[in-house]
């Protein structure tokens, strides 16, 4: 490895796939995809835009679930390869001593961050049926303390960044509206308790082709030793609609909202049956990375034309090598 992960961990059970011959992309499919299918829970009609986290020897996670009246919801999952995953049939019930937290409307898009003593969960959270960013914590995936928002409505894709930076806790997000917002940049945020959000620092906004609509974040940023290497999707308006695809970027350590580096073109657009075809056709959506800090293997989930969940792979360093030659900040 030519570039160092920073306080990751050896995952050796992470779920791999080596690259097939021949292949020249930066990232590569599982060959098996969809690893999640839309019906594996009673009653779902979707399950897609999910986060998966090293767990007790296994893994854990948090999944969007869309059932067949077509509300969102977020229910947790386990699994012990990463790849057959055990989802609960009930939606989380978040316990909240916040009162005006008490009451689930609707969520989706979740995050799953491990800081220092516990994983935070972070998803699109409707308050008074508007979308914001919700934030709660879990031990042990069975009960989740909801805090208080992060922000007002309208805001989606908030990802915390896994360790304070400069004595505070870090999130990106990406201020929205009400509906299929047709514009989008993405925002550092930071606090000092996880309650008041502030100090908010423009970190990129639309740009190529590719993400020339909106951007936003994705999965939990990695650390290295050249900085935070995050994958992020773009979105194009075609004259068929959004096009959902993703690449990355490499942050500065210290200041993350100062962007080192940045794909020039997509490393994942919807291409293949399963990610062209589905309830909202075109879009690959990641929300989560494993990362194994031995090797440098990243395994990253993505859901696919907002149905299934799939999983991808690439490397820190087939990563950071395309950024240090294919870079258009
Ligand atoms: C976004 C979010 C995502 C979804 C995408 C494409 O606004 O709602 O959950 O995957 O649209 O429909």
Same mark, same amino acid.
């Given at each position: 490895?030519?570039?160092?992960?920073?306080?990751?961990?050896?995952?050796?059970?992470?779920?791999?796939?080596?690259?097939?011959?021949?292949?020249?992309?930066?990232?590569?499919?599982?060959?098996?995809?969809?690893?999640?299918q839309?019906?594996?829970?009673?009653?779902?009609?979707?399950?897609f835009?999910?986060?998966?986290?090293?767990?007790?020897?296994?893994?854990?996670?948090?999944?969007?679930?869309?059932?067949?009246?077509?509300?969102?919801?977020?229910h947790?999952?386990?699994s012990?390869?990463?790849?057959?995953?055990?989802?609960?049939?009930?939606?989380?019930?978040?316990?909240?001593?916040?009162?005006?937290?008490?009451?689930?409307?609707?969520?989706?898009?979740?995050?799953?961050?491990?800081?220092?003593?516990?994983?935070?969960?972070?998803?699109?959270?409707?308050? /008074? +049926?508007?979308? =914001?960013?919700?934030? %709660?914590?879990?031990?042990?995936?069975? @009960?989740?303390?909801?805090?208080?928002?992060? !922000?007002?409505?309208?805001?989606?894709?908030?990802?915390?960044?896994?360790?304070?930076?400069?004595?505070?806790?870090?999130?990106?997000?990406?201020?929205?509206?009400?509906?299929?917002?047709?514009?989008?940049?993405?925002?550092?945020?930071?606090?000092?308790?996880?309650?008041?959000?502030?100090?908010?620092?423009?970190?990129?906004?639309?740009?190529? /082709? +590719?993400?020339? =609509?909106?951007?936003? %974040?994705?999965?939990?940023?990695?650390? @290295?030793?050249?900085?935070?290497?995050?994958? !992020?999707?773009?979105?194009?308006?075609?004259?068929?609609?959004?096009?959902?695809?993703?690449?990355?970027?490499?942050?500065?350590?210290?200041?993350?909202?100062?962007?080192?580096?940045?794909?020039?073109?997509?490393?994942?657009?919807?291409?293949?049956?399963?990610?062209?075809?589905?309830?909202?056709?075109?879009?690959t959506?990641?929300c989560?990375?494993?990362?194994?800090?031995?090797?440098?293997?990243?395994?990253?989930?993505y859901?696919?034309?907002?149905?299934?969940?799939?999983?991808?792979?690439?490397?820190?360093?087939?990563?950071?090598?395309?950024?240090?030659?294919?870079?258009?900040v």
């Open positions: 490895m030519n570039v160092k992960v920073i306080n990751g961990t050896a995952i050796p059970n992470l779920p791999w796939q080596e690259k097939p011959a021949g292949c020249t992309d930066v990232i590569w499919r599982y060959e098996q995809n969809p690893v999640i839309r019906n594996q829970v009673p009653n779902s009609n979707s399950i835009n999910s986060a998966v986290v090293p767990f007790e020897g296994g893994f854990a996670g948090v999944f969007r679930v869309d059932d067949r009246s077509r509300n969102m919801e977020l947790a999952g386990f012990k390869d990463g790849l057959h995953w055990d989802i609960n049939p009930e939606r989380i019930e978040f316990v909240s001593d916040i009162p005006d937290m008490q009451e689930f409307q609707y969520g989706y898009d979740p995050r799953v961050c491990w800081i220092e003593d516990r994983f935070y969960v972070t998803w699109c959270n409707a308050y /008074g +049926w508007k979308p =914001t960013i919700g934030l %709660a914590y879990t031990f042990d995936f069975k @009960t989740f303390h909801q805090l208080e928002n992060a !922000y007002l409505p309208f805001n989606r894709n908030g990802v915390m960044f896994p360790r304070k930076i400069g004595g505070n806790y870090m999130m990106m997000s990406r201020p929205s509206d009400s509906g299929h917002t047709p514009f989008g940049d993405i925002y550092v945020s930071q606090s000092p308790d996880l309650t008041y959000w502030g100090k908010h620092r423009h970190m990129m906004g639309p740009s190529k /082709g +590719w993400e020339s =609509t909106k951007i936003g %974040a994705g999965p939990i940023p990695i650390e @290295t030793d050249r900085g935070w290497l995050i994958f !992020y999707h773009g979105v194009l308006t075609s004259c068929n609609g959004y096009v959902y695809s993703f690449s990355a970027a490499l942050l500065d350590k210290d200041e993350p909202w100062k962007v080192l580096k940045r794909g020039r073109d997509y490393l994942i657009s919807p291409q293949t049956y399963y990610e062209c075809v589905g309830d909202v056709p075109n879009v959506f990641p989560a990375n494993l990362v194994d800090a031995e090797t440098g293997r990243i395994a990253i989930y859901g696919c034309a907002d149905t299934v969940t799939s999983l991808c792979f690439t490397t820190v360093d087939d990563v950071i090598d395309y950024l240090d030659h294919n870079s258009q």
